[in-house]
């Protein structure tokens, strides 16, 4: 049996620019986080992308199982309070 030698695994998000959503880029090797962020900046942002990074180690992200989507992505029919019906739009409103 071969020891794992390879450092922890950190999650990459990058934002393109201020206000934008953060994106998963990818992942990098690292001991620490002040590692985990000097390797994400050489391999993501070599080319001037983004405006921030954010590293997280991989096993503190908890994800959902596609098998739950019944139970986690139902959509509370019975709750039509949050529907969007009932509100109206301001005449001009772009983005609400």
Do not use: C
């Amino acid at each position: 049996m071969t020891k794992d030698s390879q450092l922890g695994t950190w999650e990459v998000f990058m934002q393109s620019k201020p206000g934008a959503n953060y994106i998963h880029a990818g992942s990098v090797h690292a001991s620490d986080k002040g590692m985990a962020l000097q390797n994400a900046r050489d391999t993501y942002t070599r080319r001037g992308e983004g405006t921030s990074i954010w590293v997280v180690p991989s096993e503190a992200i908890t994800a959902s199982n596609p098998d739950d989507n019944d139970m986690l992505f139902d959509p509370a029919n019975d709750k039509v309070y949050r529907m969007p019906t009932f509100y109206v739009m301001p005449e001009g409103a772009k983005a609400i």
